[in-house]
């Protein structure tokens, strides 16, 4: 029996699915490479080997290491803890705001989110697209999810919100803006802790959207 001619490397461009599988393969090494050394620590020689590409690729997609940092560091903060927002289809506002409030607590504590957004702001004078970034940033899946249950629940009359985009920004700014600004210190608070501020947070933004009869 003759053996089996091995099979020859397909060449030709990849196809648009491959190439979003090597985009991600290389964001995430930079992100992870960057995360470890710093911008400055970082060459790009270092992320085509981690990403196990090479260079060529690398500088086909990204031509420098600034053009590399200014993708990644957005990417990585709005993919970062997102999947993790709960479906709060339910009737019950105070459990659903609770359900978003502890996934925005979780993301705001996460020690990786905690490094991504320190370097993105020690770097932030030489990227100053972040803070155009920033803006798009709040139009978060979590953003969004608040959005969404405050616009159903003033349409039944449960609650009076002028502006369900405000008012979202500031339920998640309630909830998570202080322990993001604790844990960028280092500093976190035991979970039942936490859990306790999240019930008062809860309660006191129901008191400014309750209608008052």
Same mark, same amino acid.
Request: aromatic share 6%; charged share 30%.
């Given at each position: 029996m003759s053996p089996t001619p091995p099979t020859r490397a397909r060449i030709g461009r990849?196809?648009?699915?491959?190439?979003?599988?090597?985009?991600?393969?290389?964001?995430?090494a930079a992100f992870e490479m960057f995360l470890e050394r710093g911008f400055d620590g970082t060459t790009m020689e270092a992320v085509a080997q981690a990403a196990g590409v090479t260079k060529r690729t690398l500088y086909a997609r990204y031509g420098d290491k600034r053009t590399l940092f200014a993708a990644v560091v957005p990417w990585a903060m709005s993919r970062h803890g997102d999947e993790q927002v709960p479906d709060v289809a339910g009737d019950d506002l105070v459990a659903a705001l609770t359900e978003i409030g502890r996934s925005a607590l979780v993301r705001a504590t996460d020690p990786d989110m905690v490094r991504i957004s320190r370097m993105a702001m020690a770097e932030s004078e030489r990227f100053p697209e972040f803070a155009r970034s920033a803006e798009t940033?709040?139009?978060?899946?979590?953003?969004?999810? *608040?959005?969404?249950?405050?616009? #159903?629940? /003033?349409?039944? @009359?449960?609650?009076?919100?002028?502006? &369900? =985009?405000?008012?979202?920004?500031?339920?998640?700014?309630? *909830?998570?803006?202080?322990?993001? #600004?604790? /844990?960028?210190? @280092?500093?976190?608070?035991?979970?039942? &802790? =936490?859990?306790?501020?999240?019930?008062?947070?809860?309660?006191?933004?129901?008191?400014?959207?309750?209608?008052?009869?």
């Open positions: 990849p196809s648009q699915a491959e190439a979003a599988r090597l985009d991600e393969q290389l964001r995430q940033l709040t139009w978060s899946p979590r953003m969004r999810a *608040v959005m969404d249950l405050l616009r #159903r629940h /003033a349409d039944e @009359g449960a609650i009076e919100v002028d502006d &369900v =985009e405000t008012a979202a920004e500031q339920f998640l700014a309630l *909830v998570s803006a202080f322990p993001a #600004r604790l /844990a960028a210190f @280092g500093v976190t608070r035991a979970q039942e &802790v =936490e859990e306790r501020r999240l019930d008062e947070a809860v309660r006191l933004f129901l008191n400014g959207v309750l209608p008052r009869r």
